[in-house]
Nanobody, 125 residues
Framework: QVQLVESGGGLVQAGGSLRLSCAAS????????MGWFRQAPGKEREFVAA????????YSADSVKGRFTISRDNANNKMFLQLNNLKPEDTAVYYC??????????????????WGQGTQVTVSS
């Protein structure tokens, strides 16, 4: 069983930055793609970004391209999401997740089988 714990959320003004962390334990992390999703009140959980097991390739939703950067540190079983130039519409609970397949980097919720509890990001205007 993989346990994922997010941290780094908070309240920030529009235009500000945050760095989210995801710490993994209890299972295999370094050989699986990982992803970040977010869920705003009353909305579906949506894909934000994903990274291959090696960290070489990354993928981002159009809404965050150029502002958010995903990365990982396999030596320490951690993944990160750097959020820059934040907007009020980025307000959501952010979740990290591990892919259910070693060979596929997906953007659907069902492509991931282990999830953290989430960290709240609130952006004020």
């Amino acid at each position: 069983q993989v346990q994922l714990v997010e941290s780094g959320g908070g309240l920030v003004q529009a235009g500000g930055s945050l760095r989210l962390s995801c710490a993994a334990s209890g299972g295999t992390f370094s050989t699986y793609p990982m992803g970040w999703f977010r869920q705003a009140p009353g909305k579906e959980r949506e894909f934000v970004a994903a990274v291959t097991w090696s960290g070489v390739s990354t993928y981002s939703a159009d809404s965050v391209k150029g502002r958010f950067t995903i990365s990982r540190d396999n030596a320490n079983n951690k993944m990160f999401l750097q959020l820059n130039n934040l907007k009020p519409e980025d307000t959501a609970v952010y979740y990290c997740a591990r892919s259910s397949s070693r060979n596929r980097v997906g953007s659907l919720r069902y492509d991931y089988d282990y999830w953290g509890q989430g960290t709240q990001v609130t952006v004020s205007s």
